[in-house]
C-alpha cells in the first residue's frame, strides 16, 4: 500500500522540529487516553510500567521493534488532555518528544513533535513515527497493524529533501 509522508520541519531556537499530525473522530479524553493508558498504548506504540508523573520515569517497551528493549521514558510534562512531554535516551541517540492535542468538537487533533537538534538522520526517524502514528490509528479504528515496509525505505527520500520552513 502506498503511504503518503505527512511530516514537516520547523526551526525552532536550539534546531528544528519534526511534527506529524493525526486527527481522530473521537473526543479529546478518548484520544488522551489512548496516548496515556498502558493497555491502549500496548496496542500500537508498547506497553509501559511504572508510577507515571511529571518529573517521574517509567520503563517502555516499543513492542514494534525487533527484540523490543524496555527502556527507560522520563515524564517531563502531563497536562491532561492536551500535553504530553516526553524524552528518553538509547542507543540511538536523545529523544525528546512532544504529544499536543487540540479538540475541534467531536474531533481531536494529535500534534506529534520531536525536538531535533538537527535533521541528521531524519529520512530514518520521520518514517517510524509516520509508522506508529499510523499503528496508533489502526489501533483506534480496530483495524489491521501497517507493514513496516510501506514507509521506510518508501518515505525515506521524501523526509531526506525535508528543510525547516
Known amino acids: 500500500m502506498t503511504r503518503i509522508p505527512t511530516g514537516r ?16 473522530p473521537a ?70 518528544l512532544e504529544l499536543l492535542l487540540t479538540s475541534h468538537g467531536e474531533r481531536t487533533e494529535l500534534r506529534f513533535v520531536q525536538h531535533l537538534d538537527d535533521a541528521t538522520g531524519i529520512g530514518e526517524v520521520g518514517p517510524g513515527w509516520e509508522y506508529y502514528l499510523d499503528c496508533l490509528v489502526a489501533a483506534r479504528d480496530d483495524t489491521a497493524l501497517p507493514s513496516f515496509d510501506d514507509y521506510h525505505p518508501p518515505m525515506k527520500a521524501y523526509y531526506e529533501q525535508l528543510r525547516p520552513e
Open 9 to 24: 520541519l520547523f526551526g525552532a531556537e536550539d534546531g528544528v522540529d519534526l511534527v506529524l499530525t493525526r486527527t481522530f
Open 27 to 96: 473526543p479529546i479524553d478518548d484520544v488522551w487516553a489512548s496516548l496515556t493508558e498502558p493497555e491502549r498504548t500496548a496496542r500500537w506504540f508498547g506497553p509501559w510500567k511504572g508510577d507515571a508523573a511529571p518529573g517521574r520515569t517509567v520503563r517502555v517497551q516499543m513492542a514494534m521493534e525487533e527484540d523490543a528493549p524496555w527502556s527507560d521514558l522520563r515524564i517531563d510534562a502531563c497536562e491532561p488532555p492536551r500535553r504530553l512531554a516526553v524524552s528518553m535516551r538509547d542507543e540511538y541517540g536523545h529523544w525528546v
